[in-house]
């Protein structure tokens, strides 16, 4: 297996820190919400930064369509906004839960029944359009075919559906590793020394080896991870080596993912709480960092569940817990513990339920005016479709759908004043250096070729590049 087939041939988790939409600049047109078209993000990490963050920009109404080329994919986005959604789950909870069923190949035991009890609640979405997200998640421009085979996809995350996990992962690696299996710890060191950690240095080593080997990013406490993550099973057409369909092509379930880029780059290398990247003994042979990438995505789940159910963003009152933010939160259950002793039973009673109520109004007021739309395909499926032209004030590309922009028809997608933003090559493991530089250079090339401008967004620092429509792309576009 070459380096890049170890990227897998789908993506369940991205190549970039997540994007604020509303923080782009991006302009929609009047009477209608902010349109964004999110292309093979690869996971929920935009959405549920935006829609979190909307207070921030004032509220503005917005409509996200997320394209992906695998059902499957599309399934986890449904679990994860769903899980991400359960307010019966306390805060600190929901967001170690989130976590766990976004980068561990393995679960807890009840983890793996959670996934499976949500996968039902998906499956009257799918089919009856009722559950907690009918009123936030569209599944009107699905076909009834594709629908099925969303709710095919759904049911199979029942424990009792065989999925070895672990024999078709290692059956990966081996592919990769080749004749240095043997010797896949060094591989796994060069790969971190070389493209891991200056990229990003807050991830460990420890941690990424462990990922590497065992396929478990997130670990929280002293738990028993030994149940497969089904939400990672997928199907890709293959020739049949033996049996009785020998010969024949068939779409066989397995675990088709990357086994290099590790599932911290989605919410693990940045935040707003630089003194989580703070470094001991900086410039000194033994420098280290006081907190590592789990940390950083704690915070940045914690944040963005946080926005959404208070209003106000979230602020830590001890910068060594990532958890010191929820303070005296009715929901958080280790809280309950130590303080509903100390206080009077009716009292702390009457706390959360005030609590729960300012809650419940904010969580409505969030999500007000919002709509995920889920399609399946790829950009290039929407060019020329008539009900798609100059229809989104924001495209946000994936370097999986960087290539759309090798598309002429490309801006024809875009509203006067649309924006580009394009994932960069800065933490994909398995290019070089100089590979990263040519990918940059090729984005900008094409962008030049649509009369796309380069502008600056605030969430740059190198892991987007920016670009907008002109006039010249309107000339360009209306030349014969």
Known sequence: MTDSKALGIHSMWGFSPALDAGAVGAVSSAGRPLRVLVAQPSDIRHVLASISRRRRHGMPPIHFFVAEKQI??????????????????????????????????????????????????????????????????????????????????????????????????????????GLRY????????????????????????????????????????????????????????????KGKDKGFKKEVRGYWLDVVNSPYISFGV????????????????????????????????????????????????????????????????AWHAANDEQKDERAAADSRRVQALNRARCIVETFSDTKVSLLHGGVDDLIGKASFAGSFDLVILSALSA?????????????????????????????????EQLYDTRLQELAAARDLAKCTIEAERGHFMAFERTAATTKHQEAP
């Open 403 to 435: 290539h759309a922009l090798a598309n002429e028809a490309f801006p024809s997608l875009l509203a006067d004043q649309g924006r580009v933003v394009v994932e960069t090559a800065k933490y994909i493991v398995p290019l070089s250096g100089d590979q």
């Open 270 to 333: 940045a935040c707003a709480a630089p003194h989580l990247f703070e470094v001991s003994s900086k410039g000194s042979a033994v420098e280290q960092h006081k907190h590592h990438t789990v940390e950083v995505a704690v915070y940045n789940l914690l944040s963005c569940l946080w926005e959404v159910e208070t209003g106000e963003k979230y602020e830590l009152s001890k910068s060594s817990d990532v958890y010191s933010g929820l303070g005296e939160d009715a929901s958080d259950m």
């Open 72 to 177: 499957e994919v599309l399934a986890r986005h449904l679990v994860l906004l769903q899980l991400a959604c359960d307010w019966e789950l306390p805060i600190r909870q929901r967001a170690t839960v989130f976590l766990e069923v976004f980068g561990n190949s393995l679960l807890q035991e009840r983890t793996a029944h959670y996934v499976h009890r949500l996968g039902q609640e998906l499956v009257e979405l799918v089919c009856d359009e009722r559950g907690s997200l009918s009123d936030v998640v569209d599944l009107s421009l699905l076909k009834y075919r594709e629908r099925d085979q969303l709710v095919e996809a759904l049911r199979a995350w029942d424990p009792k559906v065989p999925y070895d996990l672990v024999g078709l992962r290692d059956h990966r690696l081996r592919a990769h590793f």
């Open 182 to 241: 043997d010797n896949k710890v060094g591989v796994i060191d060069w790969d971190y020394q070389a493209r891991v950690k200056p990229a990003a240095s807050i991830i460990h080593a420890k941690l990424y080896k462990e990922w590497r080997l065992s396929g478990v990013a997130f670990e929280f406490g002293d738990q028993r991870y030994d149940e497969p993550n089904r939400t990672l099973g997928s199907y890709a057409e293959g020739v049949m080596k």
